[in-house]
Every structure is written in structure tokens, then in C-alpha cells.
């Protein structure tokens, strides 16, 4: 079974990084070789996507994008089309991050016309949902995550494409301060996720990802998780040698 490995870079990789990650993936060709079951993907920044098409065309990261634009054309300064991204044979999109949700005040609904015009793409959507500490000590875990995939759901109910689909499921206090949720939570959460999906005529596309202070020293718990088909990985993921390991341990 495939395992996957997303890479977001978020705004940390200058153009002299990104070339130093490339140069320290093409000289390392046993890790290349090994890496038959595990998909690699790259989520860089929008100007790195071109450079990285061209230096990585021929290996097996794939690449994909951090957001992007709810409308195909128009006059919306600063924002990128779907069509944009098919142009950079772009793999995937990560939409609905917690990030993006809180500076770009992006909503559930934006969320859910993003991802129906990935799939019309066929680029594979990475739909990122999560609650905030606040919300997980009142309990309301489990009715946070169904509000934000509650208008998803409601695309999935009429859709016939084969396009991969990954929910990532990124508890917000998790992301980049190392306080991860235990076993029993995080498998009480996927269990509820893989059966809230179940009765999507495109379930079998579904895949569940985990995200939040995932390194190399977290990953090793991470892997007993239940349901899951790889790992949404954040800061960690900017140097190759600590993405290495976390694909090889897992």
C-alpha cells in the first residue's frame, strides 16, 4: 500500500533553498530508489512551482500547490487559477488550511467551490479541517470537523470523478508547537472521519491524512494510527534530510 508524504512549505524556502533541497534529493540515489511505495509530494510557493516542474520532471516528487483561487478567471489581483495550475501539471492543492482560514478569512463554502473545481481539474484536492484548543477542551471536536466537510460532503454526494481526494485532519494547537494529541483521541477522530465518508459514492477515493508537529521523533507514534494513508508534514519537511527520515522510519 502507498504511503503518502506531503511536504508544505509554507513561505519558509527562498529560490537558493529550494535549489539546495533539489541538489540534496538528486545526489542521494538510494533514497530514490527505495522509495517505490511512498508518494512524495511538494506543496511549494506559487513563484517555485515553474523552477521545481523543470528540476524535478523526471524523479518521483510530485508537485502541487498551497491554495488556491475559488473563481477560474477574472479580475481578483493576487490570487491563481485552477487553470494556472494545470499549466504547472500541478499534482495536487491543499485548501481549507488553518492558516489560510484565519489570515485570509477563507470560509467553509470557499472551501468547498476550490475543491470542486480541483476535481473538475483533476488535481487531487488535500482538504484541511482542525479545531482549536479552545473548542477541543469544550468537546466540540468532532462538530467542528463536521461543519468544515459538512459543504464538501455535499459536493462528494454527486461526484463521479476518480480524482484522489485526502482530508488532512490538522489539529490548529498542534501545528508547530509540538503538542500532539494521543493514540486513543487521534483514533476515535479517524474512526468518526472514515464513517462520516462511507457513504460517499466516491469513498473509495478518500484518503485520511495527519498534520501538527510531525518530525522525525513524532512520526514513529504517528504511524499506529488507524485509517490513515500518510502524513501532511509542515516545517519539518524544508530540509531533505529530515524529510528523509521521516519516510524511511515510518
Not at 62 to 88: K, P, R
Amino acid at each position: 500500500m502507498t504511503k503518502y508524504y506531503f511536504a508544505n512549505w509554507k513561505m519558509y524556502q527562498s529560490l537558493a533553498s529550494v535549489k539546495k533541497f533539489i541538489e540534496a534529493y538528486n545526489r542521494d540515489v538510494e533514497f530514490q530508489n527505495n522509495s517505490n511505495k511512498t508518494y512524495i509530494g511538494i506543496a511549494a510557493s506559487y513563484e517555485h512551482l515553474y523552477f521545481l516542474h523543470q528540476k524535478t520532471n523526471k524523479t518521483r516528487l510530485n508537485l502541487g500547490a498551497q491554495d488556491c483561487s475559488e473563481f477560474i478567471a477574472g479580475a481578483y489581483t493576487g490570487q491563481v487559477s485552477i487553470q494556472s495550475l494545470v499549466e504547472m501539471k500541478a499534482d495536487f492543492c491543499i485548501i481549507g488550511h488553518s492558516e489560510v482560514r484565519q489570515y485570509l478569512q477563507q470560509t467553509n463554502a470557499m472551501v468547498a467551490s476550490k475543491f470542486k473545481l480541483l476535481l473538475s481539474a483533476n488535481i487531487s484536492p488535500i482538504v484541511c479541517i482542525g479545531e482549536t484548543l479552545t473548542q477541543k477542551q469544550n468537546g466540540i471536536t468532532l462538530e467542528t470537523l463536521y461543519d468544515q466537510l459538512e459543504p464538501v460532503l455535499e459536493c462528494l454526494q454527486s461526484c463521479t470523478e476518480n480524482t484522489k481526494i485526502f482530508i488532512a485532519y490538522e489539529p490548529i494547537y498542534a501545528i508547530g508547537t509540538g503538542l500532539i494529541p494521543d493514540l486513543e483521541e487521534l483514533q476515535q477522530i479517524f474512526y468518526f472521519l472514515k464513517k462520516l465518508l462511507k457513504e460517499v459514492p466516491v469513498a473509495k477515493n478518500v484518503m485520511f491524512l495527519y498534520g501538527g508537529s510531525v518530525s522525525s521523533q513524532s512520526v514513529l507514534s504517528l504511524q499506529n494510527i488507524d485509517n490513515i494513508s500518510g502524513f501532511l508534514i509542515g516545517k519539518a519537511s524544508i530540509d531533505f534530510q529530515e524529510l528523509k527520515k521521516i519516510v524511511e522510519l515510518e
